[in-house]
């Protein structure tokens, strides 16, 4: 790139949420065919927001991975990976977290004590994920804690783990 010259690969807007622009989508190949659907579900009392992303075109791995984010952090930070992931075939779910990104927040007198998170992702498989679906759970910083605890609380339920 000529000196002088830049490129603003990430813009983020005044809700704090950030969007890659065309240029760096298709440098680092991100133009895909895969969609990426928002939705609300219901964890532990909750309203979550989670963003499903899949590609159409790719034969299905038959896995669901449920991509948890760390701190400070949103469900839709995990679209740089999911290209990647969908276009090997698997359905992938990253919810935002009680309290970050669009999700509701605690009210007076609730917490954000981990057991909770753990609360929250376990009514969320359980509504989103069917029965027989296997499952990997991947968690980036605090999402990781997440996923170990969820993983040690249903282990049946859990075919493969990945901390980031």
């Known amino acids: 790139m000529p000196a002088g010259r830049g490129c603003k690969l990430v813009s983020v807007d005044h809700a ?7 240029r760096a989508r298709a440098r680092f190949g991100y133009d ?7 939705f609300d579900a219901q964890g532990n009392g909750l309203r979550l927001r989670v963003h499903r992303f899949h590609d159409e075109a790719a034969p299905p791995s038959g896995l669901v991975l449920l991509l948890l984010h760390g701190y400070m952090d949103a469900g839709g930070t995990w679209d740089l990976v999911a290209p990647r992931l969908a276009a090997a075939g698997h359905v992938l779910l990253a919810p935002d977290l009680r309290g970050f990104g669009e999700s509701e927040a605690v009210g007076a007198g609730g917490y954000y004590h981990f057991i909770d998170y753990v609360a929250d992702v376990d009514a969320l498989v359980r509504q989103l994920v069917p029965a027989d679906a296997r499952l990997g759970v991947v968690g980036h910083s605090m999402g990781g804690t997440i996923a170990t ?3 040690g609380a249903r282990p049946e339920r859990v075919e493969r783990l990945a901390l980031l």
């Open 32 to 38: 895909t065919g895969v969609s990426r659907t928002s």
């Open 16 to 22: 704090g949420r950030a969007t890659i622009s065309r």
């Open 149 to 151: 605890l969820f993983a």
